[in-house]
């Protein structure tokens, strides 16, 4: 049996390999027991912001079991995303749109759903067993998962560190009823470094091993539907899309190596993007561009309202232009951003020469209230 067990394994494992996964391993249902306190814990403390699907799915999210009671064994499967130059670079060129590593060509999601489909309709077949799939979005959770599989270790920066690939590892997973030996846990290897919660631009790690996803950039640009808190939008710079920053310094990317997957590759195009050309974006044009992309999932106005972050930021005066069109828009969460970016960039007479009108006008509370700041109107000045 236990045999049976290890020639099924290694078949699968070398499949595996062949499809395009660079690390499988695999663990036991009951591998982390102590999940659902800490899963309780953050949401507890509303580190979950408004991701309330993590609420809703809190119970089968903490225990593989309770989300399919049949399951024996759960395969932590590894895809390697190891970027080719410096995930930073794009942070200095202060006109242009920093897109995060891992949003640079296709959704992974796709990429490795088709992959995870592949592999485990071959198990199914090879073990008579049952099989179920997941990447990212079912209630799993993969990260103390894949640390229980032996995959990398969950850094401080609550991410997996892999000692093979650092820390540019997609993470899936696969369900089955089938009984296969189980790795080795990785152990933790950060050491007294705390590199990835110093640099941190919005202060998002309360302790080490702890993320307030509220304060988080890849939260606030990709998660978030409605404004970004005032405290929060300089530490935002020019990241529009996702933030690499306490991946990126961890010392561990010295094994990091570059992706083997085409479609996964970083695309120059998508590196770093003119401001001025993305705050021209409609919504037709915003979908083209983005097409198949991570980005795409954010949908117009959330993306204009990042940009218009990254204009308010970027100290050039010439993309105020940008922004001043951009104070009619539709969606008040482009004029509330629009309101703000020409308050960093233009003289005050200027702001209040765009704005005493339109504020006249303004029927939007969020947007009033921009207004309200960057004119320096008091409250009570202008109650109805
Ligand atoms: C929600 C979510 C987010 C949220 C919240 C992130 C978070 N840290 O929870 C936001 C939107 C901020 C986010 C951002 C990113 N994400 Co995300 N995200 C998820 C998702 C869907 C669930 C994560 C989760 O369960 N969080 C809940 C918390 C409680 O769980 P946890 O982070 O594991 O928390 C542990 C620690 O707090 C720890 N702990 C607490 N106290 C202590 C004390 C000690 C001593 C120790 C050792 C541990 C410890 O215990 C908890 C359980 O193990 C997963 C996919 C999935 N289904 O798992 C992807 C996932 C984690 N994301 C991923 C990625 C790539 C990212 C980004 C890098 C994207 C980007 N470039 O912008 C950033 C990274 C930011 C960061 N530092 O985490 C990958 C990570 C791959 C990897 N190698 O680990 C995943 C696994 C998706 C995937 N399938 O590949 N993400
Ligand atoms: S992804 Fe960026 S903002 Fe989020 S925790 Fe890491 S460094 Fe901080
Ligand atoms: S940067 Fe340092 S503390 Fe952070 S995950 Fe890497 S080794 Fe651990």
Same mark, same amino acid.
């Given at each position: 049996?236990?045999?049976?067990?290890?020639?099924?394994?290694?078949?699968?494992?070398?499949?595996?390999?062949?499809?395009?996964?660079?690390?499988?391993?695999?663990?036991?249902?009951?591998?982390?027991?102590?999940?659902?306190?800490?899963?309780?814990?953050?949401?507890?403390?509303?580190?979950?912001?408004?991701?309330?699907?993590?609420?809703?799915?809190?119970?089968?999210?903490?225990?593989?079991?309770?989300?399919? #009671?049949?399951?024996?064994?759960?395969?932590?499967?590894?895809?390697?995303?190891? #970027?080719?130059?410096? #995930?930073?670079?794009?942070?200095?060129?202060?006109?242009?749109? $920093?897109?995060?590593?891992?949003?640079?060509?296709?959704?992974?999601?796709?990429?490795?759903?088709?992959?995870?489909?592949?592999?485990?309709?071959?198990?199914?077949?090879?073990?008579?067993?049952?099989?179920?799939?997941?990447?990212?979005?079912?209630?799993?959770?993969?990260?103390?998962?894949?640390?229980?599989?032996?995959?990398?270790?969950?850094?401080?920066?609550?991410?997996?560190?892999?000692?093979?690939?650092?820390?540019?590892?997609?993470?899936?997973?696969?369900?089955?009823?089938?009984?296969?030996?189980?790795?080795?846990?990785?152990?933790?290897?950060?050491?007294?470094?705390?590199?990835?919660?110093?640099?941190?631009?919005?202060?998002?790690?309360?302790?080490?091993?702890?993320?307030?996803?509220?304060?988080?950039? $890849?939260?606030?640009?990709?998660?978030?539907?409605?404004?970004?808190?005032?405290?929060?939008?300089?530490?935002?710079?020019?990241?529009?899309?996702?933030?690499?920053?306490?991946?990126?310094?961890?010392?561990?990317?010295?094994?990091?190596?570059?992706?083997?997957?085409?479609?996964?590759?970083?695309?120059?195009?998508?590196?770093?993007?003119?401001?001025?050309?993305?705050?021209?974006?409609?919504?037709?044009?915003?979908?083209?561009?983005?097409?198949?992309?991570?980005?795409?999932?954010?949908?117009?106005?959330?993306?204009?309202?990042?940009?218009?972050?990254?204009?308010?930021?970027?100290?050039?005066?010439?993309?105020?232009?940008?922004?001043?069109?951009?104070?009619?828009?539709?969606? #008040?969460?482009?004029?509330?951003?629009?309101?703000?970016?020409?308050?960093?960039?233009?003289?005050?007479?200027?702001?209040?020469?765009?704005?005493?009108?339109?504020?006249?006008?303004?029927?939007?509370?969020?947007?009033?209230?921009?207004?309200?700041?960057?004119?320096?109107?008091?409250?009570?000045?202008?109650?109805?």
């Amino acid at each position: 049996m236990k045999t049976n067990g290890e020639a099924l394994k290694r078949a699968f494992v070398e499949r595996a390999k062949q499809i395009g996964f660079d690390m499988i391993r695999i663990a036991a249902p009951d591998s982390i027991p102590f999940a659902p306190e800490r899963l309780k814990a953050w949401l507890e403390a509303g580190h979950h912001g408004s991701m309330d699907w993590m609420v809703d799915t809190a119970e089968r999210r903490a225990d593989p079991r309770t989300l399919w #009671p049949e399951v024996r064994s759960i395969i932590l499967l590894g895809v390697n995303y190891g #970027p080719t130059s410096d #995930p930073l670079a794009a942070l200095s060129h202060k006109d242009c749109g $920093s897109i995060s590593i891992y949003a640079r060509n296709r959704d992974y999601h796709d990429v490795i759903k088709g992959k995870l489909k592949e592999v485990a309709g071959f198990l199914a077949a090879k073990a008579s067993s049952d099989v179920k799939v997941f990447v990212d979005t079912a209630p799993v959770m993969e990260k103390p998962l894949a640390e229980a599989a032996g995959l990398g270790f969950q850094g401080k920066h609550t991410v997996i560190v892999s000692r093979e690939f650092g820390n540019w590892l997609f993470l899936g997973a696969i369900f089955t009823t089938a009984e296969l030996p189980v790795d080795e846990p990785e152990r933790n290897h950060c050491g007294s470094c705390r590199r990835c919660l110093d640099i941190c631009p919005t202060n998002a790690f309360p302790a080490p091993f702890q993320l307030d996803a509220r304060r988080c950039i $890849s939260y606030l640009t990709i998660e978030h539907r409605g404004h970004i808190p005032e405290e929060l939008r300089s530490g935002i710079g020019n990241r529009i899309f996702g933030c690499d920053d306490c991946l990126a310094v961890c010392p561990w990317n010295k094994f990091a190596q570059a992706s083997r997957e085409v479609k996964l590759m970083q695309r120059d195009d998508l590196a770093a993007l003119p401001l001025s050309e993305l705050a021209r974006l409609d919504d037709p044009s915003f979908r083209m561009r983005f097409s198949g992309t991570p980005i795409k999932r954010t949908g117009r106005d959330r993306f204009i309202r990042n940009v218009l972050i990254a204009i308010g930021n970027s100290g050039e005066a010439a993309l105020a232009d940008e922004a001043i069109r951009l104070l009619d828009d539709p969606s #008040p969460l482009v004029r509330a951003m629009a309101v703000w970016a020409i308050g960093r960039l233009l003289p005050h007479e200027a702001i209040v020469s765009l704005g005493s009108e339109r504020f006249k006008h303004e029927s939007d509370a969020d947007v009033r209230g921009e207004w309200k700041r960057v004119l320096s109107v008091k409250e009570e000045t202008h109650a109805a």
